[in-house]
């Protein structure tokens, strides 16, 4: 049984500054770790991407403000996001993809809210 927690979510101001962090337990070799995001009225999106190699993938609107990381070791991605704007605000959802899974496979947190205003 995979579970994945995540942290960190909050209201900041905008210019302002979160760190979202993603727990993954049970027996699991994971390899992407990502980061994902709905706002209201929209469809999903992926934020950022790492694998296990450290192979990272960022959404254009987030590249130079946001920072993905993961310890191997420890089954957890980290999302640093610096430089918030009300355009963040979202509900964002930590996902994992095992390795040598069935195709399609892919397991998802139950999301935290991020809200950016004045």
């Known amino acids: 049984q995979v579970q994945l927690v995540e942290s960190g979510g909050g209201a900041v101001q905008p210019g302002g500054s979160l760190r979202l962090s993603c727990v993954a337990s049970?027996?699991?070799?994971?390899?992407?770790m990502g980061w994902y995001r709905q706002a209201a009225g929209k469809q999903r999106e992926p934020v950022a991407t790492?694998?296990?190699?450290?192979?990272?993938f960022y959404a254009n609107s987030v590249k130079g403000r946001f920072t993905i990381s993961r310890d191997n070791a420890k089954n957890t991605a980290m999302l640093q996001m610096n430089g918030l704007d009300p355009e963040d605000t979202a509900v964002y959802y930590c996902?994992?993809?095992?390795?040598?899974?069935?195709?399609?496979?892919?397991?998802w947190g139950q999301g935290t809210q991020v809200t950016v205003s004045s």
């Open positions: 790492i694998t296990s190699l450290g192979s990272t």
């Open positions: 996902g994992i993809e095992p390795r040598r899974a069935p195709p399609g496979t892919f397991y």
């Open positions: 049970g027996s699991i070799n994971i390899w992407l």
